[in-house]
């Protein structure tokens, strides 16, 4: 359910974590750009780049899922709730050259108690252009424990010090 407070459609909703390979300023990541739609939606863009390929000249899949799992967790933006994947369904429908500017979109589906439905498209070149990849996913509620408990010492020390991360948590209404 979209919460009364989530940023409003077209807002960007910036980086979850300046140091996740989605969203951050991670050198060789995806640079991924989100923004707030309708509803429980989202849409992002990410350029493909000569460090994702898997092929010649092409994107490597998991690169490209990892696109999709990214979008598909900017939902937790609109949500006010923390969830991590849990089952990520991909479908491969088009080669995905070096230098396009891949545009997803993601919506969730169906919530059941802690698990979250979703699903998120992404095309090639322009939001109308033709479908490259689908996924199906399902993502699971979490408290900010998650991480504490199962990061790793060092950045989770980091990032319970950094006043932005404090920020951000606070977005998701988590107390850390
Ligand atoms: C210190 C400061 C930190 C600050 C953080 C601040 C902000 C953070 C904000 C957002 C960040 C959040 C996410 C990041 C966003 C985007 C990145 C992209 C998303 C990711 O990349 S994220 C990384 C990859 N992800 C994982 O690293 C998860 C590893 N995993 C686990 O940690 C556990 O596995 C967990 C927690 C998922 C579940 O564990 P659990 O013990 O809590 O719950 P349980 O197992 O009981 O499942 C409950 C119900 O879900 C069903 N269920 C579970 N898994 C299923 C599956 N695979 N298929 C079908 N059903 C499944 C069960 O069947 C049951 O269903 P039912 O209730 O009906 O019985």
């Known amino acids: 359910m979209r919460h009364p407070d989530a940023p409003a459609p077209g807002e960007p909703l910036g980086a979850h974590y300046d ?4 969203c951050g300023h991670q050198p060789g990541g995806l640079g991924l750009i989100a923004r ?14 000569s460090g994702h390929q898997g092929a010649p000249g092409l994107a490597h899949g998991g ?3 990892a696109a999709l799992d990214e979008t598909l967790g900017s939902l937790n933006w609109l949500q006010r709730t923390i969830t991590v994947t849990g089952r990520l369904e991909t479908d491969f429908v088009r080669p995905v ?6 545009h997803l ?7 059941h108690g802690r ?7 992404g095309r090639i070149g322009a939001p109308d252009g033709p479908v490259a990849v689908r996924a199906q996913a399902l993502f699971i509620e979490v408290r ?7 990061g790793r010492a060092e950045e989770i020390d980091a990032a319970l010090t950094d006043p932005d991360q404090v920020k951000v948590a606070r977005a998701f209404e988590v107390n850390p």
């Open 63 to 65: 690169v490209l899922a």
């Open 97 to 102: 050259p070096v230098g396009t500017e891949l």
């Open 36 to 49: 707030a739609g309708e509803d429980v939606s989202v849409t992002a863009e990410f350029t493909v780049r």
């Open 19 to 22: 140091q996740c390979f989605g």
């Open 144 to 150: 900010v424990d998650h991480f504490i408990e199962n």
């Open 105 to 111: 979109e993601a919506q969730v589906t169906a919530v």
């Open 115 to 121: 698990k979250v439905y979703c699903s998120a498209t």
